[in-house]
């Protein structure tokens, strides 16, 4: 059995890439990538620690993780939603390119 450790280094590799992905890329699609990933992260913190919890047969960690996939894609779909509506005002999807959300 994988020990809680290696899921939590795991989990802070993939954090680490998701925000340096989010902080440094200047492309929307991109940063909503980084976003996703850092949410991915945040699931399997939960996932390890409710595997490795005193009690594994109460379904506390799987509740969140189903919540956060929930908010996740409500997130996505907004996010996208968001990034199409100003690549079609500015016809870039750059985020240096624009400064405001005025029509």
Do not use: C
């Not at 954090?15 to 992905?21: D, E, I, K, T």
Request: avoid cysteine; charge should be positive; hydrophobic fraction near 60%.
């Amino acid at each position: 059995m994988t020990p809680l450790h290696q899921y939590l280094f795991l989990s802070a590799l993939l954090f680490g890439v998701g925000l340096a992905g989010a902080l440094t890329r200047r492309n929307a699609i991109i940063v909503l990538i980084g976003i996703e990933l850092m949410l991915n992260a945040a699931n399997l913190n939960f996932i390890a620690f409710w595997r490795f919890s005193r009690h594994p047969e109460l379904a506390t960690g799987l509740m969140f993780v189903l919540f956060s996939i929930g908010i996740a894609a409500a997130e996505a779909a907004v996010g996208l939603a968001l990034i199409i509506a100003i690549y079609r005002h500015y016809r870039t999807a750059n985020l240096d390119q624009f400064d405001s959300m005025k029509g």
